[in-house]
């Protein structure tokens, strides 16, 4: 995705600690509801920095640590309570001689029902797994009809086993005007079977970026992240898992709390709500496409996922942040 200038906050160490910094604050835009997703005084911890731009957070919960990917230092970190912030995976997403661009490493991460990470990875333009313990990376897709990806971003899983992921150019060397790399116009969404089938489901979002499914997997949620259109769209699928005609979920432009923003990374809870990492912060929306309200970091936000461990992980610019949800 797009970085932004950051303006630091406040000092903060790197080290494992249990007491932490924090920054931001909670905003409800629905008392009732938001309050039991987040208590007003919870506080958001910043949990380590020195990153350049975090990105894809995702819990391990045999492990109890979080991995978290940093496209430009392609670089997966990996973060618990005990041990702090560590190296888990160098290089993430490019694996070629030379400088590639200013993003290449992996992006959007997931652990599967088989224990493996399956990684978004930018400079090698592909979809693949490894076992969490012992390495070796497969490859699951990199091409649509022949043609390499532009830079796969970020990435959700069925129940089925389908993989869907966006395919924007944010990793290329020349982004929208790389004429050397380039060999797919679209910025697609795409879906990968079980059986390694590879399926351009929507030709023709504006900056598709954050993916997520409904939790009865008849929708799927696509973050747009154009600064025109900056839509959260919703597409239902069918029993074979097959988007259909979308809707706008959620236009930023309609609300001017956070008019601003444009997502980025998307998640959705158990009970259907969404969180979009947008407008400097991760704001919450019902699943009937109404504010509750916003976590806000106050730095560009990238995206979040929930760990066992009953806190909401935040990837935002340099930090690794988290807050407790709950009442």
Same mark, same amino acid.
């Given at each position: 995705?797009s970085?932004?200038l950051?303006?630091?906050?406040l000092?903060?160490?790197?080290? #494992?600690q %249990?007491?932490?910094?924090t920054?931001? =604050?909670i !905003?409800?835009y629905d008392?009732t509801s938001?309050?039991a997703i987040v208590?007003?005084?919870?506080r958001i911890?910043v949990l380590a920095?020195g990153?350049?731009?975090a990105e894809g957070? *995702?819990?391990v =919960?045999?492990?109890?640590?979080? @991995?978290?990917?940093d #496209?430009? %230092?392609?670089? /997966?970190?990996r973060?618990?309570?005990?041990?702090? @912030?560590?190296v888990?995976l160098?290089?993430?997403?490019?694996?070629? @001689?030379g400088?590639?661009?200013?993003?290449p490493g992996?992006?959007?991460?997931l652990v599967?029902p088989q224990?493996e990470?399956?990684?978004c990875?930018h400079?090698?333009r592909? +979809?693949?797994k490894?076992r969490l313990?012992g390495g070796g990376k497969?490859?699951i897709?990199d $091409?649509w %009809?022949?043609?390499r990806f532009?830079?796969p971003?970020d +990435?959700?899983?069925?129940s089925n086993?389908?993989?869907?992921?966006?395919?924007?150019?944010?990793?290329?060397?020349?982004?929208?005007?790389?004429?050397a790399?380039?060999? +797919?116009d679209a910025?697609?969404v795409?879906?990968?079977?079980?059986?390694?089938k590879?399926?351009?489901i @929507?030709g023709n979002p504006?900056?598709?970026?954050?993916?997520?499914?409904s939790?009865d997997?008849?929708?799927?949620?696509v973050s747009?992240?154009?600064?025109? $259109?900056?839509? !959260?769209?919703?597409?239902?699928?069918?029993?074979?898992?097959v988007?259909?005609k979308g809707? /706008?979920?959620f236009?930023?432009?309609?609300?001017?709390?956070?008019? =601003?923003g444009?997502?980025?990374?998307i998640k959705?809870?158990?009970?259907? $709500?969404l969180?979009?990492?947008?407008a400097?912060g !991760?704001? *919450?929306?019902s699943?009937?496409g109404k504010l509750?309200g916003k976590i806000? &970091?106050g730095?560009p &936000?990238?995206?979040c996922?929930f760990?066992a461990?009953?806190y909401?992980? /935040?990837?935002?610019n340099h930090?690794?942040?988290?807050v407790?949800?709950?009442?």
């Amino acid at each position: 995705m797009s970085r932004f200038l950051l303006i630091l906050l406040l000092p903060i160490v790197m080290n #494992a600690q %249990q007491s932490y910094p924090t920054l931001g =604050k909670i !905003i409800s835009y629905d008392d009732t509801s938001f309050a039991a997703i987040v208590s007003s005084g919870a506080r958001i911890e910043v949990l380590a920095t020195g990153i350049k731009w975090a990105e894809g957070p *995702v819990w391990v =919960k045999d492990g109890g640590y979080l @991995l978290f990917s940093d #496209a430009p %230092q392609n670089t /997966i970190f990996r973060w618990d309570e005990k041990g702090g @912030l560590q190296v888990f995976l160098k290089p993430s997403g490019y694996t070629g @001689l030379g400088a590639y661009s200013d993003e290449p490493g992996s992006n959007g991460l997931l652990v599967n029902p088989q224990g493996e990470l399956v990684a978004c990875e930018h400079g090698d333009r592909r +979809i693949s797994k490894m076992r969490l313990a012992g390495g070796g990376k497969v490859t699951i897709a990199d $091409n649509w %009809q022949g043609r390499r990806f532009n830079s796969p971003n970020d +990435i959700c899983r069925h129940s089925n086993g389908t993989y869907y992921f966006s395919d924007p150019i944010y990793g290329l060397p020349g982004r929208e005007n790389d004429t050397a790399n380039r060999e +797919i116009d679209a910025e697609g969404v795409y879906s990968v079977d079980a059986n390694g089938k590879v399926t351009q489901i @929507l030709g023709n979002p504006e900056r598709p970026n954050g993916v997520a499914l409904s939790p009865d997997e008849t929708l799927l949620y696509v973050s747009h992240s154009s600064g025109k $259109n900056p839509y !959260i769209m919703a597409y239902e699928l069918d029993k074979h898992g097959v988007a259909g005609k979308g809707r /706008i979920f959620f236009d930023f432009r309609e609300h001017k709390e956070v008019s =601003k923003g444009a997502a980025d990374g998307i998640k959705t809870d158990a009970a259907g $709500n969404l969180y979009a990492a947008a407008a400097n912060g !991760i704001v *919450v929306i019902s699943p009937k496409g109404k504010l509750l309200g916003k976590i806000e &970091t106050g730095v560009p &936000t990238a995206n979040c996922n929930f760990g066992a461990d009953g806190y909401l992980y /935040i990837t935002a610019n340099h930090y690794l942040c988290r807050v407790k949800l709950g009442k």
